[in-house]
């Protein structure tokens, strides 16, 4: 079987934020860009029923500090055996294999 993919690969660090205020803008942006309907709501609950939420919340940040594309596209195949393989996508009836056969094609 071969595997063939195209992917980003990133290499991040994670930060806690362990303070009541650094977790609570955390959480707010998080709402506000997941479930927006859910904000109002969150900001009209008090603040010591939030602060006791926010106890059972592990809260980071990832910095990204490298990204890089990795490809493996049959590359180490025979020039035979990556025609084989480009012709098995072809005829699948998945778009993204027949989409990845081009792809392959055209590296």
Same mark, same amino acid.
Request: hydrophobic residues 40%.
């Given at each position: 079987?071969? =595997?063939?993919?195209?992917?980003?690969? /990133?290499?991040?660090?994670?930060?806690? &934020?362990?303070?009541?205020?650094?977790?609570?803008?955390? =959480?707010?942006?998080? +709402? !506000?860009?997941?479930?927006?309907?859910?904000?109002?709501?969150?900001? @009209? =609950? *008090?603040l010591?029923?939030?602060?006791?939420?926010? $106890? @059972? +919340?592990?809260?980071?940040?990832?910095? &990204?500090?490298?990204?890089?594309?990795?490809? $493996?596209? !049959?590359?180490?195949?025979? /020039?035979?055996?990556?025609e084989?393989? +480009?012709?098995?996508?072809?005829?699948? *009836?998945? !778009? &993204?294999? !027949?989409?990845? /056969?081009?792809? +392959?094609?055209? &590296?």
């Amino acid at each position: 079987m071969t =595997l063939n993919n195209d992917v980003p690969e /990133a290499t991040q660090l994670p930060f806690f &934020v362990d303070d009541a205020q650094g977790k609570l803008v955390l =959480l707010e942006e998080m +709402i !506000s860009f997941y479930d927006q309907a859910c904000l109002e709501q969150w900001k @009209g =609950l *008090p603040l010591k029923f939030k602060q006791g939420m926010m $106890k @059972g +919340i592990v809260a980071f940040e990832i910095e &990204v500090t490298d990204l890089q594309g990795q490809k $493996k596209l !049959s590359q180490n195949k025979s /020039a035979l055996e990556r025609e084989r393989i +480009i012709k098995d996508l072809e005829q699948h *009836p998945n !778009s &993204v294999e !027949s989409d990845l /056969a081009r792809y +392959i094609r055209e &590296v």
